[in-house]
């Protein structure tokens, strides 16, 4: 059974305009969060994490919501450019700095249409 | 190094061979995680070490699964009797601080993707 699970599998933006990629998480004994970007023949990269005492971080174009209530999160990236298209992971931990608990998502890959 | 290095990017084992892949941490990193990646799927923890030694290897699916990292720096995975579910691109992370508490963030390499015939 998932713990983490990314609904859509696949996700088309035009440039400039939102994304919004959705998580949500069924173990309510995980505390971060945390988004990887991972482009075709590289590793995942960090991008953003949250700790569950926020609802929200931001990053420039990224913002990370949480809503703990509802055990769902969301990465907003404003404006979109097509260099953002890539697979995003969204991950849980039961606490910062415990990536042996990491718990990964299956991923949706972004397309960022010019 | 600049980042981790990974090789063989691509590893073509027919099934009942012996595999090694190797991972090359950034330098001066304390953690080390091995991670697999089935097609489709998100990563799963496999194995931890800080420095030399071997702290968590709870996600190792069975006994032909061994990994080291004798000097605390360069870190193999071996893979023996390999088997069809093998097959899975293998993602070696280092990171700078033990992974107890705090944020910790993971620099993961290329992988190594194998194939089992």
């Known amino acids: 059974d998932q713990q983490v699970k990314q609904n859509s599998p696949s996700l088309s933006v035009q440039e400039g305009r939102i994304s919004i990629l959705n998580c949500d998480y069924t173990?309510?004994?995980?505390?971060?969060f945390l988004w990887y970007k991972k482009y075709p023949a590289e590793g995942p990269t960090f991008l953003i994490s949250?700790?569950?005492i926020k609802d929200k971080n931001e990053d420039g174009r990224f913002t990370v919501f949480l809503n703990k209530s509802a055990k769902h999160l969301s990465l907003h990236i404003v404006p979109s450019q097509p260099g953002d298209s890539a697979v995003y992971f969204c991950?849980?931990?039961?606490?910062?700095?415990?990536?042996?608990?990491?718990?990964w998502g299956l991923g949706t890959s972004l397309a960022v249409n010019p | 190094g600049a980042g981790v290095s990974q090789s063989p990017r691509y590893k073509v084992a027919k099934r009942g061979q012996d595999v090694a892949l190797r991972c090359d941490p950034i330098?001066?990193?304390?953690?080390l995680f091995w991670y697999q990646q089935a097609l489709g799927q998100g990563p799963e923890f496999l194995t931890y070490?800080?420095?030399?030694?071997?702290?968590?290897k709870s996600g190792l699916p069975s006994d032909r699964f061994f990994a080291e990292r004798p000097e605390g720096s360069v870190s193999t995975l071996k893979i023996q009797r390999t088997q069809q579910e093998d097959s899975a691109v293998y993602l070696c992370?280092?990171?700078?601080?033990?992974?107890?508490?705090?944020?910790?963030?993971?620099?993961f390499g290329a992988g190594s993707r194998l194939t089992v015939l």
């Open positions: 070490f800080q420095n030399e030694a071997q702290l968590d």
């Open positions: 992370a280092s990171s700078l601080r033990p992974d107890v508490s705090g944020a910790n963030v993971l620099t």
């Open positions: 991950a849980a931990s039961p606490n910062a700095g415990n990536n042996r608990k990491l718990i």
């Open positions: 173990n309510s004994m995980f505390d971060y």
């Open positions: 330098s001066g990193h304390v953690s």
């Open positions: 949250i700790s569950s």
